[in-house]
């Protein structure tokens, strides 16, 4: 042994004197190797996974329950991409659980043929080669129509291509009802870029922006996908005074929720009650860390 190695003080983390204990009673390093991957490492993994992993419905509820609670007026959830209908229904559901069902409208938009072709590279996986195809993601628009119709009076279904049903008449009705939750789920970028030109001037400050696809396709690079939509709007391609914030309060460990902000924009949301309030002012009681 070098002197270099007799003098070396080990780490003193109490966990790896555990486990320097347990490597001590294991016989053989295939064993130790076998032990260690399946009752720690795995372990571990899936507990931080079931702590972390974001589901995406859960700030639905959380966007709905912050509005009801802290702003005045009507709103809008603005959902592009349907499918199946899978989250739209879900959502309306949200809406009418938090009692926001009289005051939140949601509005789904898709061509209902499924995935038109790649407009280019920007739109493809690179990893894998397993790109969307044509047709894929069909939904049932008479049959989500008569579905919703049945159970919810707070809805509105745009059949048709982004540029063709975001009109301008549907862009000013969100001057009475402004989107607090805008989905994209059109998975190319070429589809979200035609959406997101078009709903900018109408964005209040602060409302939530959610990428379904955003680290599905090729990890969240930059260069592709929705990714690269919010890459190119916090470069200024988009305009300037633009960011989106992505909200780690919302998202968890997530990177698909995002809040907008247009800075000089007059597009408010009607507060409740304000931060100076004087139920907020916090008076001394004593100078411990306790309140």
Not at 39 to 52: D, G, K, Q, S, V
Not at 218 to 232: D, I, K, P, W, Y
Not at 247 to 262: E, T, V
């Amino acid at each position: 042994m070098s002197e270099s190695q007799s003098t070396y003080v080990p780490n003193p983390s109490p966990l790896l004197k555990v486990l320097r204990g347990l490597s001590r009673m294991i016989p053989g390093d295939y064993l130790k190797t076998a032990i260690y991957l399946n009752l720690i490492e795995r372990p571990r993994r899936t507990m931080r996974t079931a702590l972390n992993t974001f589901y995406r419905m859960d700030h639905v509820y959380a966007v709905l329950r912050e509005f009801r609670d802290n702003y005045q007026g009507n709103f809008s959830i603005l959902e592009f991409g349907t499918s199946d209908g899978y989250a739209f229904t879900k959502m309306l559901y949200a809406a009418c659980y938090m009692g926001m069902d009289e005051r939140v409208t949601v509005h789904t938009f898709d061509s209902f043929e499924g995935m038109p072709p790649a407009a280019d590279a920007r739109d493809l996986d690179l990893v894998g080669s397993d790109s969307w195809a044509p047709g894929e993601y069909r939904g049932r628009y008479e049959h989500l129509q008569r579905y919703c119709a049945g159970k919810y009076r707070n809805f509105n279904i745009h059949k048709g291509y982004f540029e063709d049903s975001v009109t301008p008449a549907l862009l000013e009705s969100l001057r009475a009802t402004p989107p607090i939750l805008v989905w994209f789920d059109c998975d190319y970028y070429s589809s979200a870029k035609t959406v997101m030109e078009r709903l900018i001037p109408h964005l209040p400050n602060g409302c939530v922006l959610y990428f379904d696809e955003y680290d599905n396709l090729n990890f969240g690079s930059r260069f592709t996908g929705e990714a690269r939509l919010v890459h190119e709007i916090n470069q200024g391609k988009f305009g300037e005074n633009l960011e989106l914030i992505c909200d780690r309060k919302l998202g968890l460990d997530s990177d698909r929720i995002y809040r907008f902000m247009h800075f000089g924009s007059a597009l408010r949301y009607v507060a409740a009650r304000t931060e100076n309030a004087p139920n907020v002012v916090h008076l001394r009681t004593n100078d411990s860390p306790l309140p």
